[in-house]
């Protein structure tokens, strides 16, 4: 049963399952759980650092997500092959309203989100180089599994339907590979999110997700310049939430497309963009996304 603290509005149980797909869908953005990522199983080399700061922002109906956030990642030696740590501190601001059984449901927050952790290790093809080994490197075959995380540290309020917090653990893992033909790079990943509970929605309620399924391609093709530029493709599917045990909506099943695009200013600086919007929901849950990044590298010899 849902407790008298939502019952008290009648209405609202009729519309969780719309809010839900839209706002999920959205902060699901925000924390790049069903992102899509090119270059997630790609070498490196070691002692490399990279910060990123940048902007996006997601639509879904009449909601508009804007995020501002920043990145650290670290290129390491893992057992002799390379492997990269990131960390992800995103702040987002969403407003929009709907109309939904003739009431008007108005939304809007801001702060800071949920951090995400990702560590990815190749296992195959990509060698822990030093930066003047690696100018002779060339890429052929890369495998490599990952794992991303999302702590649950981000503003929260048990009392708001909607929060840029989820009040709930997700951990990711994947595997994808990477192979090399000339200038170009072709990539396939797969990965499972699987979350745990919020057992406090809305005055103590449970609020749970089914797992969500995902897999990913990418052709990449580098220019002479290091400048490079993909065509992504994702498909990702399950994610039925449930409301202290009751299913409020179906599962999911999407496909997107988009596509980034990276240019070097110079030996430390690159500028990036990307564009992706959805072009199959089964539960017209999609959304566009634009965003643009500014990286800086720094340490392992440069």
Known sequence: ?????????????????????????LFSTLTHAQEIEARTYSNAPIGINFISAGVAQAKAGNYTLTSEVMGLTHIFDAFGQSGKLTLVLPYGQLSGSSSIGGRTVNASTEGLSDPLIKAAINLYGAPALTLDQFKSYQQDLIIGASLAASVPWGKYDDNQLINVGANRWFIQPGLGISKALGPWRLELAGAGIFYTSNTNFMGGNSLSQNPVYSTQTHGIYYFQNTAWISVDATYFTGGQSYLNGNPISGSQENWRFGTTMSYPVNKHNSIRLSASTGAYSRTNNSYDLYGVSWQYRFGGGL
Do not use: N
């Not at 049963?1 to 869908?25: D, E, N, Q, Y």
């Open 1 to 25: 049963m849902i407790k008298s603290s939502i019952i008290s509005h009648g209405w609202i149980p009729r519309v969780f399952p719309h809010l839900l797909l839209a706002f999920c869908t």
